[in-house]
């Protein structure tokens, strides 16, 4: 891995500080800017039609995915909301034809892009018209979570919250006359803090997309005013250098203890998501059966988790709604409903927690299928590379 310095050309495995030179990006940015001015250049000079990100809808809780063709506009799409947990991989299929007909930029989290390898290999989307901007994870938070968490442990009125962020492993917010930051491992011990399978997720840094961007290892005069930005593809080189050539975005290397930093906090994310596999899947361990049927007794078969999962959608199809297994009209349906989804997910399924968080039953459909997964990844482990089994 190269550091960049003063040379203007970057290649892939190259790390940098970089930071906007966009007065109205600066003010709204998580860190430096550096996500939203580069998906800025990328649309004003045509590298791509449009960018796909999420704004600020009427509160902090909600984030909503926005189609950007206005470079003017991204401005207003700048900063993290961390109780966002849309899958833009979904937003991209659904809505906009899997870029098959448009070259997209999208902002992107380590979920977003396994669920994009799992659509690239079902033909649903085109990753060659993608420029992915990637966001280094360490979770989210539910907004119905949020809200009551706000509520309850923070002892705060939900609606006066004006910004929250994820500092130094404390949630934070600012609400009308003050702000407070509780530990996100005092949360999670207390069952509030990030979704289920935001805990057990181990892709933090997201090298599969073009660039990765994120704060951790910006240190020094730089900290929280700078983004750490790490090169992943020849493509994100060259937007990288033509973005800092232009004089739009400001780069200098980083601190070798800040890239020593980052390291150790993405190994500290890593032994964490491990902690809480081994929790959460020995729950399964006891009675899964059991376990399967009590949960899945609750379901209304209104569809939700198939239609919302980046891999086994088709099902929700009209086709194959006429199951032969599955009778029609049963409320509950029976075990082959729930059977059926998982052998369909059983080795694909990325964990992005989409079925659980969209479930109206409240249903733990994440766990089984990721239990599941994570098995398989272990007995294939060995032949895959990292990237490949980091769900
Ligand atoms: P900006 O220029 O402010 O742009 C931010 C971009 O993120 C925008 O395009 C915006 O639309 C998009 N975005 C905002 N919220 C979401 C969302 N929920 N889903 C998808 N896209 C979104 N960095 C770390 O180093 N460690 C972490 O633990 C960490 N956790 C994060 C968790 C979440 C949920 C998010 C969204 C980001 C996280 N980041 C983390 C990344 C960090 O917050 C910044 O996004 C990153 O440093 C880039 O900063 P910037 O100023 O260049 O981004
Ligand atoms: Fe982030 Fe992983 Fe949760 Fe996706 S599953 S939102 S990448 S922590
Ligand atoms: Fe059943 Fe929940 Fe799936 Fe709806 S989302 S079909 S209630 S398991």
């Known amino acids: 891995m190269g550091l960049f310095s003063s040379k203007p ?31 800025k250049y990328a649309l004003e000079h ?12 009427s509160d902090v809780y909600d984030a909503v995915p926005t189609l950007v063709t206005d470079p003017k506009d991204l401005k207003d799409t700048a900063g993290s909301l961390h109780c966002g947990t849309v899958l833009m991989a979904n937003v991209l299929q659904k809505r906009l034809k899997g870029a098959k007909n448009m070259k997209i930029g999208m902002t992107v989290k380590g979920c977003d892009l396994m669920a994009l390898a799992e659509l690239a290999k079902r ?10 901007v990637g966001v280094n994870c360490g979770g989210t938070v539910s907004p119905i979570m949020a809200r009551y968490m706000i509520k309850e442990k923070y002892g705060v009125d939900p609606d006066l919250v004006h910004k929250e962020e994820i500092d130094k492993g404390q949630f934070i917010i600012e609400y009308e006359g003050g702000h407070k930051g509780i530990s996100i491992d005092e949360l999670e011990d207390e069952g509030f803090g990030r979704r289920s399978n935001c805990r057990r997720c181990l892709y933090k840094v997201p090298r599969q997309a073009d660039l990765a961007c994120g704060n951790w290892g910006v240190i020094g005069d730089k900290a929280g005013k700078a983004t ?29 203890k800040g890239i020593e930093m980052r390291q150790k906090v993405e190994g500290a994310m890593l032994k964490l998501g491990e902690k809480w596999r081994k929790k959460d899947f020995a729950k399964l361990g006891k009675d ?30 009209a086709e194959l709604k006429k199951s032969y297994a599955i009778a029609p009209g049963q409320v509950p349906p029976n075990p082959m409903f729930h059977l059926r989804r998982l052998s369909h997910i059983s080795d694909s399924c990325v964990n992005c927690g989409q079925c659980e968080e969209l479930c109206p039953m409240e249903i733990s459909l994440a766990l089984f299928s990721h239990a599941i997964r994570a098995e398989a990844d272990i007995a294939f482990a060995p032949k895959l590379g990292k990237s490949d089994y980091s769900n």
């Open 9 to 39: 050309d970057m290649k892939k495995g190259d790390m940098v500080y970089a930071w906007t030179a966009d007065q109205e990006i600066a003010k709204k940015a998580e860190c430096g800017g550096a996500v939203t001015t580069l998906l």
């Open 46 to 57: 045509k590298m791509v039609d449009a960018v796909l990100v999420v704004k600020r809808g």
């Open 123 to 132: 033909k649903e989307v085109n990753r060659d018209n993608l420029f992915l």
């Open 228 to 256: 750490f930005v790490e090169v992943c593809s020849d493509k994100g080189a060259d937007l990288l250098s033509r973005a800092v050539k232009a004089g739009v975005l400001h780069s200098e290397a980083p601190v070798p």
């Open 288 to 317: 899964p059966w059991g376990m399967i049927n009590k949960e899945t007794s609750r379901c209304i078969k209104c569809y939700s988790c198939i239609e919302n999962c980046p891999v086994c959608f088709p099902l929700a199809g």
